[in-house]
T-cell receptor, first 114, second 117 residues
Framework: DAGITQSPRHKVTETGTPVTLRCHQTENHRYMYWYRQDPGHGLRLIHY???????DKGEVSDGYSVSRSKTEDFLLTLESATSSQTSVYFC?????????????FGPGTRLTVT | AQKVTQAQTEISVVEKEDVTLDCVYE???????LFWYKQPPSGELVFLIR??????QNEISGRYSWNFQKSTSSFNFTITASQVVDSAVYFCALSEATNFGNEKLTFGTGTRLTIIP
């Protein structure tokens, strides 16, 4: 158990509304990631963070923003949700303290944009 | 750009059969890492293995084994004597170093494995 929680776990929202997903970790890991999972695409990186207030874009960052004001929390915001952002969103963490650098994933958030 | 190809979209085998999941990757990096993750029907992602590009030795963990061949850019995963609990989607992934000390992962599209009792 890597101590990662995501909230909400399920959300239905309307097109055009802002949505914020939260990832919370309890083990003080430095690196955090947001992925989305879609059929036929596997998992694709949206944004990642390498420290408090330090973030960078991933492969599919358009329409998303992130913030990390505390080590334990990494927020993903859909500024104006669209139907193409209907997906399952996973948060992940990794640690430079780990010799193997594997990423551990949260339970996921299923988001539906109607 | 890095790429991971899992050409097998779905595989079904009868319980106790052996099954191999293929993974082919593309990268220009000389140092990289390869991963396998399992996603059972419950939806969580479970880390299985991480292998660095300098270690081509095969790895075995119980009924699971991995064959890494740089010459063919492949990192295949074999389950021996499959069981119903092995039914899941399996993802292969390739790392890419960032300037910040961490790695980004590029995932394949996954292989859905169904074990028939």
């Amino acid at each position: 158990d890597a101590g990662i929680t995501q909230s909400p776990r399920h959300k239905v929202t309307e097109t055009g509304t802002p949505v914020t997903l939260r990832c919370h970790q309890t083990e003080n890991h430095r690196y955090m990631y947001w992925y989305r999972q879609d059929p036929g695409h596997g998992l694709r990186l949206i944004h990642y963070s390498y420290g408090v207030k330090d973030t960078d874009k991933g492969e599919v960052s358009d329409g998303y923003s992130v913030s990390r004001s505390k080590t334990e929390d990494f927020l993903l915001t859909l500024e104006s949700a669209t139907s193409s952002q209907t997906s399952v969103y996973f948060c992940a963490i990794s640690s430079s303290d780990s010799p193997t650098y594997e990423q551990y994933f949260g339970p996921g958030t299923r988001l539906t944009v109607t | 750009a890095q790429k991971v190809t899992q050409a097998q979209t779905e595989i079904s085998v009868v319980e106790k059969e052996d099954v191999t999941l293929d993974c082919v990757y593309e990268t220009r990096d000389t140092t990289y890492y390869l991963f396998w993750y399992k996603q059972p029907p419950s939806g969580e992602l479970v880390f299985l293995i991480r292998r660095n590009s300098f270690d081509e030795q095969n790895e075995i963990s119980g009924r699971y084994s991995w064959n890494f061949q740089k010459s063919t850019s492949s990192f295949n995963f074999t389950i021996t004597a499959s069981q119903v609990v092995d039914s899941a989607v399996y993802f292969c992934a390739l790392s890419e170093a960032t300037n910040f000390g961490n790695e980004k992962l590029t995932f394949g599209t996954g292989t859905r494995l169904t074990i028939i009792p």
